[in-house]
């Protein structure tokens, strides 16, 4: 158990629904990351956050998809109008980040939440 | 684009041998290096950390090197273990003006047999 957790750990749903995850990092970590692995793959990245400002996200974040970290403390994922390719795996991590602009330090994976869209 | 490629993809290897595990990269510009160890329907765990400065790092029986003249990586491991059967991830990140992104490798699937 590395201090990080995730809700629910397995979703399923239908095609076209609404769905969404949360992640709690480990309490005194301002970075917090959101990443999917697919199977047989690796964690592909998301997006992350430093506090309650995201500060990056990747392409593969479309429209259907936001995250949030309102309090700088958990963060919630949430995936609109839901499609069979976005069954995955989805990875929250999370660091503790001192100087601006670093990310040598470590990150700290959570269990995931396993998506299932039928 | 930036790309990370590691071989073999699966290996099988019996307790108690020695592996080594590669990881080239076309990540630029580079910030760090990390192996991490994932177990089957578990979050990654991260194995080793290394920066443009450091050639090699250990962790008990695992070692990684990082040539980044050459942008290789490998990670070694020591007298394996039955519990060392997982997947272990490469992944590289660049770091600039504040932006994080990591791009990761697939991942060498490692069985270690009795």
């Known amino acids: 158990d590395t201090g990080v957790s995730q809700d629910p750990r397995h979703k399923i749903t239908k095609r076209g629904q609404n769905v969404t995850f949360r992640c709690d990092p480990i309490?005194?970590?301002?970075?917090l990351y959101w990443y999917r692995q697919t199977l047989g793959q690796g964690p592909e990245f998301l997006t992350y956050?430093?506090?309650?400002?995201?500060?990056?996200k990747s392409r593969l974040l479309s429209d259907r998809f936001s995250a949030e970290r309102p309090k700088g403390s958990f963060s919630t994922l949430e995936i609109q109008r839901t499609e069979q390719g976005d069954s995955a795996m989805y990875l929250c991590?999370?660091?503790?980040?001192?100087?601006?602009?670093?990310?040598?330090?470590?990150?700290?994976f959570g269990p995931g939440t396993r998506l299932t869209v039928t | 684009k930036n790309q990370v490629e590691q071989s073999p993809q699966s290996l099988i290897i019996l307790e108690g041998k020695n592996c080594t595990l590669q990881?080239?990269?076309?990540?630029?510009?580079?910030?760090?290096l990390r192996w991490y160890k994932q177990d089957t329907g578990r979050g990654p765990v991260s194995l080793t950390i290394?920066?443009?400065?450091?050639n090699t790092k250990s962790n008990g029986r695992y070692t990684a090197t990082l040539d980044a003249d050459t942008k290789q990586s490998s990670l070694h491991i020591t007298a394996s273990q039955l519990s060392d059967s997982a997947s272990y991830i490469c992944?590289?990140?660049?770091?600039?003006?504040?932006?994080?992104?990591?791009?990761f490798g697939r991942g060498t699937s490692l069985i270690v047999h009795p």
């Open positions: 290394m920066t443009f400065s450091e």
């Open positions: 992944v590289v990140s660049t770091a600039s003006g504040g932006s994080y992104i990591p791009t």
């Open positions: 991590a999370s660091s503790l980040v001192l100087l601006a602009g670093g990310s040598s330090h470590e990150q700290y």
């Open positions: 990881c080239n990269y076309t990540v630029s510009p580079f910030s760090n």
């Open positions: 309490s005194e970590h301002n970075r």
């Open positions: 956050f430093q506090n309650e400002a995201q500060l990056e």
